[in-house]
Each structure stands twice: as structure tokens, then as C-alpha cells.
């Protein structure tokens, strides 16, 4: 591996494990590919901005003339795939979106890739693929039961990488992400959005009872999981990259807000949205197998996490306004006007 092309390497996990590769692997070329729709953000990479070792290129991985340009300038040997539409709530509101990148993008990323033979692909998933999970812990060899337009698209995209490693023998790798926080993520998601909007002492619409379980891993730890599968992962295989950190949105907001010190009266219930799957969780023997270990505990984590968003205002003020305000209002407004719910 020389020349690596990170495809939506301005998001969120995209530009951490951008920003870790670019620092660790001085040796290494990191393209970034983005198209730079409303969560992609080149304030995300400007710690590594001017490193020689890093070059960023916009464009749209479904399109295909502009993938094979890049892929031909950069003389691209590798990928790792971070583009995708990610937010379920959106996938509800607008999933087409949702199928063109993270289907159809994802077809036209490995066709381009079987082309020219890349050395390797990753594929970066997520735990929703597996769907609800009642009890015990989702395996890399469980099958797939998608309940959003999100998680649906994520898992065609994992069912063409398998195709084309069996197919056409791509040296492919796919990881799957638990829920993952940490600094310059986009403020739609759970704790972003409540921090921002409990600095603001404004409400935080938590949806039904806030009994949701999530499994929450530190975005570093996520890009490092990331990084062993690149260069350790065997062809073909998947590899679960897991916090092993259960816990209910309502004690994360509960946690939040005391980090703060703001009141427990900013809870608001509201109506549950829509195939809302109550709990995720994930085994990550498989990687752990091949070295990776978390280096971030969840509740040093956490805290470093909302000290970051109250010292950094300049980032994320500036997210909130125009479409983000068009899109809270089209998610929330007519639920928190429904409230009439005690805090749960």
C-alpha cells in the first residue's frame, strides 16, 4: 500500500482515521475523496491540512468518470470506504439519497477498484445491519436484519463487496462500527446534538422511554480498529469493531446534562420515531484476535468529548443554522409541540 484513497474522509469516523493515518503512516499518500454534502466538512481536516502526505479531491463515488480520474491521478493502490449517508432519522425522512451512495457509490467504487486491481478495499459498515438485538452479542457470521433505509443500504453495499471478492476475487475487508462518538461529529447525532443544544439550554427531545440500548465506542478507537482490519483483515472477511459498552440514551443524556451542570428539566419525551430498534450489540473477538484493543474508556471519553464541544463553538455554531435548522424542524418541531410527557 502506497496510495490511499479515503472516500468520505471529511465526515465524521472518515477524518479521524484521516487524521490517524496521516500522522502514523508518514510513508503513506492519503487522498480524500468527499463530496462534501451537508456533513462533510474540511474544518474536520485541518489538523493534518498541511501535511505532504495528505491531498483532498472532491467528488461524488456514484460518479463514475470522476472516480476513475482520481483513482488515475493519485495512481490509487487502495481504498477505504467511509461514504455513505448515514443519519437513520434522514433515511426515514429521504432514503433515495441513501441508495445512490451507499449502494449504488459503493458499486461503482469496486468496479473501478476491480478494474485496476487495487491491492485492498475496505468497506466500513455498521452494527445495524444485524438489526435489533434482544439479548446477547451480534457475531461477524450473523445474518443481516435491516429495519431503516440506512441499515438496508449499508447492508447492499456489504452484499456487492461480497460479490466482487467472489466474483471478481477483490481483496476486499468489511467493518463493522458500533455507535461512535467523539470530537467534530455532526451535531444531528445523540450526543453532539444534546450538547450543543443543553449549552443552549434548549429542549432534548428524547424519543420514547430513552430506553434504547446503543453500544458506544470512541471514534480514535474506531480509526484504529479500522486501521488493523486494513493491514491485518483476511480477503473476504468481516471484522466487528465493538465498544462492549452498553448503555441507554436516557443515562447518556442523564450523563450529559451532569457533565454540564444543567437541569434534568431540559428532557423532553417525545413520540418514538419509526422502526426504532431497541438495542444493539456487537462481539469483537475476531479483531481483538488480530491486536486491536480500546485505548478509551467510556467515561473519559465522554467528558473529554463535551469539553471539546463547549471549546469549540466556532466549529459547530456555525453547522447549526439554514438546512440543519430546515431539518430539526422537520424532525422535532411537531414532536416536542406533541410533548406533554414527564422526562423519563
Given at each position: 500500500?502506497?496510495?490511499?484513497?479515503?472516500?468520505?474522509?471529511?465526515?465524521?469516523?472518515?477524518?479521524?482515521?484521516?487524521?490517524?493515518?496521516?500522522?502514523?503512516?508518514?510513508?503513506?499518500?492519503?487522498?480524500?475523496?468527499?463530496?462534501?454534502?451537508?456533513?462533510?466538512?474540511?474544518?474536520?481536516?485541518?489538523?493534518?491540512?498541511?501535511?505532504?502526505?495528505?491531498?483532498?479531491?472532491?467528488?461524488?463515488?456514484?460518479?463514475?468518470?470522476?472516480?476513475?480520474?482520481?483513482?488515475?491521478?493519485?495512481?490509487?493502490?487502495?481504498?477505504?470506504?467511509?461514504?455513505?449517508?448515514?443519519?437513520?432519522?434522514?433515511?426515514?425522512?429521504?432514503?433515495?439519497?441513501?441508495?445512490?451512495?451507499?449502494?449504488?457509490?459503493?458499486?461503482?467504487?469496486?468496479?473501478?477498484?476491480?478494474?485496476?486491481?487495487?491491492?485492498?478495499?475496505?468497506?466500513?459498515?455498521?452494527?445495524?445491519?444485524?438489526?435489533?438485538?434482544?439479548?446477547?452479542?451480534?457475531?461477524?457470521?450473523?445474518?443481516?436484519?435491516?429495519?431503516?433505509?440506512?441499515?438496508?443500504?449499508?447492508?447492499?453495499?456489504?452484499?456487492?463487496?461480497?460479490?466482487?471478492?467472489v466474483t471478481h476475487g477483490l481483496n476486499t475487508v468489511i467493518t463493522r462500527?458500533?455507535?461512535?462518538?467523539?470530537?467534530?461529529?455532526?451535531?444531528?447525532?445523540?450526543?453532539?446534538?444534546?450538547?450543543?443544544?443543553?449549552?443552549?439550554?434548549?429542549?432534548?427531545?428524547?424519543?420514547?422511554d430513552g430506553r434504547q440500548v446503543r453500544d458506544w465506542l470512541h471514534v480514535?478507537?474506531?480509526?484504529?480498529?479500522?486501521?488493523?482490519?486494513?493491514?491485518?483483515?483476511?480477503?473476504?472477511?468481516?471484522?466487528?469493531?465493538?465498544?462492549?459498552?452498553?448503555?441507554?440514551?436516557?443515562?447518556?443524556?442523564?450523563?450529559?446534562?451532569?457533565?454540564?451542570?444543567?437541569?434534568?428539566?431540559?428532557?423532553?419525551?417525545?413520540?418514538?420515531?419509526?422502526?426504532?430498534?431497541?438495542?444493539?450489540?456487537?462481539?469483537?473477538?475476531?479483531?481483538?484476535?488480530?491486536?486491536?484493543?480500546?485505548?478509551?474508556?467510556?467515561?473519559?471519553?465522554?467528558?473529554?468529548?463535551?469539553?471539546?464541544?463547549?471549546?469549540?463553538?466556532?466549529?459547530?455554531?456555525?453547522?447549526?443554522?439554514?438546512?440543519?435548522?430546515?431539518?430539526?424542524?422537520?424532525?422535532?418541531?411537531?414532536?416536542?409541540?406533541?410533548?406533554?410527557?414527564?422526562a423519563p
Amino acid at each position: 500500500m502506497k496510495n490511499i484513497l479515503v472516500t468520505g474522509g471529511a465526515g465524521f469516523i472518515g477524518s479521524a482515521f484521516v487524521r490517524y493515518m496521516v500522522e502514523t503512516y508518514p510513508d503513506y499518500n492519503i487522498i480524500v475523496y468527499d463530496k462534501l454534502t451537508y456533513a462533510g466538512n474540511l474544518d474536520n481536516l485541518l489538523p493534518v491540512s498541511d501535511e505532504p502526505n495528505y491531498r483532498f479531491d472532491r467528488g461524488d463515488i456514484a460518479d463514475r468518470e470522476t472516480v476513475r480520474r482520481v483513482f488515475d491521478l493519485y495512481d490509487i493502490d487502495t481504498v477505504v470506504n467511509f461514504a455513505a449517508e448515514s443519519h437513520v432519522d434522514r433515511s426515514i425522512l429521504s432514503p433515495d439519497a441513501f441508495i445512490h451512495t451507499d449502494v449504488v457509490g459503493t458499486y461503482i467504487l469496486l468496479d473501478e477498484s476491480r478494474r485496476r486491481n487495487l491491492e485492498r478495499f475496505v468497506q466500513v459498515s455498521t452494527d445495524e445491519v444485524y438489526g435489533d438485538v434482544e439479548e446477547g452479542f451480534s457475531t461477524e457470521d450473523d445474518p443481516f436484519a435491516p429495519n431503516s433505509p440506512y441499515a438496508a443500504s449499508k447492508a447492499g453495499g456489504e452484499m456487492m463487496v461480497r460479490a466482487y471478492h467472489v466474483t471478481h476475487g477483490l481483496n476486499t475487508v468489511i467493518t463493522r462500527g458500533s455507535n461512535t462518538y467523539g470530537p467534530y461529529q455532526y451535531p444531528e447525532k445523540l450526543i453532539p446534538f444534546f450538547t450543543t443544544e443543553a449549552i443552549d439550554d434548549r429542549p432534548l427531545p428524547v424519543y420514547g422511554d430513552g430506553r434504547q440500548v446503543r453500544d458506544w465506542l470512541h471514534v480514535d478507537d474506531h480509526a484504529r480498529g479500522i486501521d488493523m482490519a486494513l493491514h491485518r483483515g483476511e480477503p473476504g472477511e468481516a471484522y466487528n469493531v465493538a465498544g462492549e459498552n452498553q448503555r441507554t440514551n436516557i443515562d447518556i443524556t442523564h450523563r450529559i446534562l451532569e457533565l454540564l451542570g444543567k437541569p434534568d428539566t431540559l428532557i423532553k419525551s417525545v413520540p418514538d420515531r419509526e422502526g426504532h430498534d431497541r438495542r444493539y450489540a456487537m462481539n469483537c473477538d475476531k479483531l481483538r484476535a488480530l491486536g486491536w484493543e480500546r485505548q478509551t474508556t467510556f467515561e473519559d471519553g465522554l467528558e473529554a468529548t463535551v469539553r471539546w464541544y463547549i471549546e469549540n463553538e466556532w466549529w459547530w455554531r456555525k453547522i447549526k443554522t439554514g438546512a440543519y435548522l430546515d431539518y430539526y424542524k422537520a424532525q422535532y418541531a411537531a414532536r416536542l409541540a406533541a410533548s406533554d410527557s414527564p422526562a423519563p
